[in-house]
């Protein structure tokens, strides 16, 4: 089992819709989270950090359930723009100085 | 965008050959890594460095080995490449250990293939 697992997708979306990403993780003792949004053939780019207690950045929302372990993504009135491959990254307190990436969940808004 | 640069950004190489990517930085952050992006493993990490001539081992470190002589270059050397070894390589950086939550910043990639 992968320690950080997303559905790949793609999601195929109209322009205006709202969409939801889930990502598992393995590790309960994990200490922090972010969603990373990686263009197609460009670097990963921090995207938000995910908090205990939720929070928001515009139309984006990151939610975080420890007992169930997962976080969520959610993007509300999909722009074009926001056509991209959206990363669940893990810091799994292991000593291990880096964090754990998720394989990605690809979002297509179409027009 | 943070100051990373990744040289080669394209190469093909020949099954057996040593490789080295370079990627150089100028925001003088302490940490430094290299990562493999492959389709359905996401990023793993190959090595990391804490500090100038401090390196140590990630997931997937066999068959690769780095350098860091100053602060602002960490290099990643394949002694002799396998065709395993084609994938899209970035490097990353952040100014304190990226497991406390500190935000780290990637370069553009290094597409790595090997005939």
């Known amino acids: 089992r992968k320690e950080v697992e997303q559905d790949p997708g793609p999601f195929n979306v109209p322009e205006g819709a709202t969409v939801a990403f889930n990502c598992t993780y393995s590790n309960s003792a994990s200490q922090s989270f972010f969603w990373y949004r990686q263009d197609c053939r460009k670097e990963p780019k921090l995207l938000m950090s995910?908090?205990?207690s939720g929070n928001e950045d515009g139309r984006f929302t990151a939610q975080l359930n420890r007992a169930s372990q997962y976080i969520s993504l959610l993007i509300r009135d999909s722009k074009l723009s926001d056509s991209a491959t959206y990363l669940c990254?893990?810091?799994?307190?292991?000593?291990?100085?880096?964090?754990?990436f998720g394989s990605g969940t690809r979002l297509q808004v179409q027009p | 965008d943070a100051g990373i640069t990744q040289s080669p950004r394209h190469k093909v190489t020949e099954t057996g050959t040593p490789v080295t990517l370079r990627c150089h930085q100028t925001?003088?952050?302490?940490?430094m890594y290299w990562y493999r992006q492959d389709p359905g493993h996401g990023l793993r990490l190959i090595h990391y460095?804490?500090?100038?001539?401090?390196?140590d081992k990630g997931e997937v470190s066999d068959g690769y080995s780095v350098s860091r002589s100053k602060t602002e270059d960490f290099l990643l050397t394949l002694e002799s490449a396998t065709s395993s070894q084609t994938s899209v390589y970035f490097c990353?950086?952040?100014?304190?250990?990226?497991?406390?939550?500190?935000?780290?910043?990637f370069g553009e990639g290094s597409w790595l293939t090997v005939v």
């Open positions: 990353a950086i952040s100014e304190s250990a990226a497991e406390g939550g500190n935000t780290i910043y």
């Open positions: 925001e003088n952050h302490r940490y």
């Open positions: 995910v908090y205990s």
């Open positions: 990254v893990v810091n799994f307190y292991t000593g291990r100085r880096a964090l754990t």
């Open positions: 460095s804490y500090g100038v001539k401090d390196t």
